[in-house]
């Protein structure tokens, strides 16, 4: 019989639980009776339970007479003591392929006999206490020798169980198990191990996913990557509110303006960072909306006060002068290319606002946010190729007469502090699309190896690199060729108003149609958080997927609320410093600030503490006063709020 290659321990490490069971061993198998050992059943029935069985003996291994007991016909009777049954192939004898073949029935279990771990204890395995307990599973047959005993007798043997196979071998000893223990389990636990761990590196940090999350357009796929972050960023950055930075230049100066746009652009991509580390900065949570992040860092009740009526202003508000724009320029570019001598009878602005809310319809019935990728894609092209078109243009052409780059005068000291402070919000206004970082964030799939942040950062870089390649030049170009002749409305309608005579009507009116695309495609993501609020009330209320029909009801029913608005109200796109004050700078500039303190909680007093508590409280103190600038130019400029009236 083979050695079992096992590890050896000192004999001198006996401790009193192994000489008990020492002891036990030898009183019973003292005195030992023909074909059957004191203490142990001699049939197959009590081992079985089988009144079948109880004709057949069973053996006794001649081995077990080694023991203590003075017999001396043998020599090598002190070998070993302890007479055990290896408990690998007791606990394994239901699966084991030889106890089919014996024919014995498989219940009630054999008794509980203690197993080879509890007996050997710490002894040396390569003994012949081993090779006592190999013979025992594998008994030799009559007249064989083994390396560690003489030539068997025959006489009284150890009773084995019938359910003991002489196939089963001992478990070869692996690296996760304990050179002081047996265990008979190593290895499936090592390889449960480590299966566990790849499935932990494959879906992540044991994130809990909410159920409700694969029914919402912005959770409903996870497929995103840093292509996708960069045309979602795009589409949500660059827009209409980017058309009205040389109208805060005028007020701001050529020093101010361009220092405030450097640093509201550096300020705003830090608190971008902030809001994408944040996205799983609480283990096992995905942060997948803005306002579930400021739940989080600020509680439930005070993050959802604080968040929600900001976020909706900016959303709402941005997709109704969205509106506003686009359904202007939808008239404009029929007027541009119809030409002065076209017989149809146009349409009014109000119907041209219902045409752009039809076009909007459409485009929102696409399922969820990954599926509008190509739509923001296209939106980012058109965004840039129009960008670059208004400074080219605005640079090439003669300069309006009487173009100054000075305030105007008879202004009091208050006006002219309004009037910046309204300027600085235009500013804000200009950088928008955080409320909106998570959700983008939240479409892309997330694991210890491949975190969200990774391509959601390298896509957010791209997008704000291209957003300054655009802003810049539009901001102080705009500046340059208009100054003080800069209408409120922006640079896209002063290019008309000075220029449509200087410029083909071909390049204008391709122009306007650029703006309009744009428009629609930024109508569209703008939307997509409203659809998700909708669709989440209606799904926990109904615990399912919102069914096709509603969603369609409900999407058409929101478009055609904001054109209700544009109409109602056609003045809100010259709201823009307002709203820079009432959603962009709390929302932007100072919450990401505060979320970064309440989350990740950076030691006192240092740099990072100093800094994100600076921020927050200027950004706060900010919104305060541009929101105050806003009210403040809206009754200085005397805008006539009239409802239902269109220009």
Request: contains cysteine; aromatic residues 12%; proline residues 8%.
């Amino acid at each position: 019989m083979p050695r079992i290659n096992m590890p050896t321990i000192p004999e001198a490490e006996e401790d009193l639980s192994f000489r008990s069971h020492r002891l036990q061993a030898a009183s019973m198998a003292a005195s030992p009776a023909e074909g059957e050992l004191k203490g142990f059943p001699t049939n197959l029935a009590a081992w079985t339970g089988s009144p079948e069985a109880a004709s057949r003996p069973i053996s006794i291994s001649p081995d077990s007479q080694k023991l203590n007991a003075g017999d001396s016909a043998s020599p090598d009777r002190t070998a070993n003591p302890k007479t055990e049954y290896s408990s690998p192939t007791f606990f394994s004898h239901m699966e084991s392929p030889n106890h089919l073949e014996t024919g014995y029935p498989s219940s009630p279990p054999a008794p509980a006999i203690p197993t080879s771990t509890h007996i050997l204890g710490q002894r040396n395995l390569h003994s012949p206490d081993a090779a006592h307990m190999s013979r025992i599973r594998n008994p030799p047959e009559s007249g064989s020798r083994t390396p560690h005993s003489p030539p068997i007798r025959s006489g009284a043997k150890t009773p084995q169980s019938p359910f003991i196979s002489s196939g089963n071998q001992t478990p070869r000893i692996t690296s996760l198990m304990s050179p002081h223990t047996f265990s008979p389990i190593g290895t499936p636990v090592r390889k449960a191990v480590s299966n566990m761990k790849s499935y932990l590196e494959d879906i992540g940090h044991l994130t809990k996913f909410n159920p409700q999350d694969s029914w919402l357009p912005i959770t409903e796929s996870r497929t995103g990557n840093s292509l996708y972050a960069a045309f979602h960023n795009l589409n949500a950055g660059i827009g209409f509110q980017g058309l009205l930075l040389p109208f805060a230049m005028f007020y701001l100066g050529w020093t101010w303006g361009i220092l405030s746009l450097i640093l509201a652009y550096g300020w705003q991509l830090y608190t971008m960072w902030i809001l994408i580390r944040l996205h799983e900065a609480i283990p096992g949570i995905r942060q997948s909306r803005y306002v579930q992040l400021a739940q989080a860092a600020f509680g439930d009740r005070l993050g959802y006060w604080l968040a929600t009526p900001p976020n909706l202003y900016l959303t709402a508000g941005t997709a109704t002068a969205i509106m506003v724009v686009g359904g202007g320029s939808l008239k404009l570019f029929f007027k541009i290319i119809c030409g002065p001598n076209c017989g149809a009878s146009p349409l009014t602005t109000i119907e041209w606002y219902l045409v752009f809310a039809m076009l909007s319809a459409v485009l929102a019935q696409l399922p969820n946010l990954n599926s509008i990728a190509g739509v923001s894609l296209v939106g980012a092209l058109t965004a840039i190729i129009y960008s670059t078109m208004l400074w080219t243009l605005s640079i090439s052409r003669e300069r309006p007469p009487g173009v100054s780059y000075t305030a105007e005068e008879g202004k009091s000291f208050v006006e002219k502090v309004f009037l910046t402070l309204n300027a600085l919000g235009i500013v804000a206004f200009a950088f928008r699309g955080h409320n909106l970082a998570m959700e983008i964030q939240a479409t892309m799939p997330s694991s210890l190896k491949h975190p969200a942040h990774v391509p959601m950062w390298r896509g957010t870089k791209v997008a704000n690199a291209i957003v300054g390649v655009c802003y810049f030049p539009i901001a102080i170009s705009g500046y340059w060729a208009y100054g003080s002749k800069m209408l409120p409305q922006g640079i896209l309608f002063s290019i008309y108003a000075f220029h449509q005579r200087d410029i083909s009507r071909s390049i204008m009116g391709l122009l306007f149609l650029l703006v309009v695309i744009n428009c629609l495609s930024s109508f569209q993501i703008y939307s997509f958080t409203i659809f998700d609020n909708f669709e989440a009330g209606y799904t926990a209320k109904r615990n399912g997927p919102v069914s096709s029909h509603v969603r369609v009801m409900f999407r058409v029913f929101y478009v055609f609320v904001n054109f209700f608005i544009a109409a109602a109200f056609p003045w809100l796109a010259s709201l823009s410093g307002l709203l820079g004050g009432l959603s962009s700078a709390p929302v932007t500039f100072a919450y990401p600030c505060f979320m970064w303190l309440a989350i990740m909680k950076p030691k006192k007093f240092s740099f990072s503490w100093y800094l994100n508590w600076t921020l927050g409280v200027v950004g706060m103190g900010l919104a305060v006063a541009f929101t105050a600038g806003g009210i403040w130019s809206i009754v200085d400029s005397g805008i006539k709020l009239d409802f239902f009236k269109t220009s």
